[in-house]
């Protein structure tokens, strides 16, 4: 059997290079970053109550809350990579920013790294996990030295894209778990006092077959299991939707009347181009043309008018500013301009803060949702 090299965090943290681990704040006495993690598990307990953490005795400001991460990237040859990380819920820019803000090098610590060619399986990827879960029980309960204190890990959450989670925390297949809390014929209901928001209706989604994270404490819930957004939204429909709107926007000659559709859509990317230009964005997508769009007629597009989540990110925001600029002369305008500007609402409001949204905030996100 092959094996597998991986990083442990029990060696103690180096205060010269590890800020990201206290929020951003200089280790010196302690006081600041642990009055930080004080403050951050006062406000938590308000959103996870349940957790294992807050049914013991503990000194909250030696807690270090992390996030799991997976992911299977492409390397050489785009041959599949899969890498795991530890990544700590306070950025190293603060509490005002979010955990994802700067290099990825200063917001995530490597676990391990491996090619799809030294993989067996699913059972690769289980070994691998239950040398991860035994290490964070192992700093969860015993703690990790950082100099004069004891730093407790505490998991809140396995973060990756789908087929990543299901893989790793052996989630059923079609187990409704993006349903889990709400029952099939109350989906629509939204309202404070919603049955499903006192209720958990559903049976787990887990199997149960032994998975070693589930020992873990906190990770046998599957309100810690934390789909990637961006995938769920490039995936699930962004990209599909975007193309759609590009697409009905040329056949309504908002990008030329003359020439083919390839002389459309080459237009309408110039012109996402020249605005990425003017506004500091950056984008991936090199053309746009019946091929990318995988076009198998002359009016549906498959998809293809972005190559990452990210993009799909920038082309909707450059959607809302095109469809802002276009007369309402119909319903559908309308709709498009609506759909499309909740969605920036949604993502302009979780980049724009750090680990909670204030209230205030909330309030006028939703607000802008009704206009």
Known sequence: MASFEYAKLDGGFDFKSSSSAFGGLCAGTGQEWRAAFTDFWRLYREYDANHPVFQEQHDMSVRLPVFCHGDEGRGLRRVPFMVEVWQPVLSHKGANCTNMSGHTFCS??????????????????????????????????????????????????????????????DIYTGSGYCCRQIPAENWHDFSEDAPWRHERPNPSPFKEDGNPFHKVPGADD????????????????????????????ANLGHFGHKGKIDDWLREAHSRFMQWCAANGKYSACTEWSRRTFHMKSKLVPNSGAACKAHDTGVVTAWLEHVLRGIAPDNGIIDTMRYTVSQCNVFFRTLHKHGNFIPPADKDKAMSDMQT
């Not at 957004?229 to 490039?234: D, G, N, P, S």
């Open 108 to 169: 995530r610590l490597l676990f391990t790294c491996i090619s799809s060619k030294l993989f067996a399986g699913d059972l690769t990827l289980r070994q691998i996990n239950r040398a991860w879960a035994e290490q964070m029980i192992s700093l969860s309960q015993d703690g990790v030295p950082a100099g004069i204190w004891n730093l407790f890990l505490t998991f809140l959450g396995g973060k990756g894209d789908w087929p990543y989670l299901r893989k790793a925390l």
């Open 222 to 249: 599957a309100l810690r299991v934390l789909p990637d957004v961006m995938h769920t939204y490039h995936i699930g429909f962004g990209v599909d939707f975007c193309a759609s709107i590009i697409m009905w926007l």
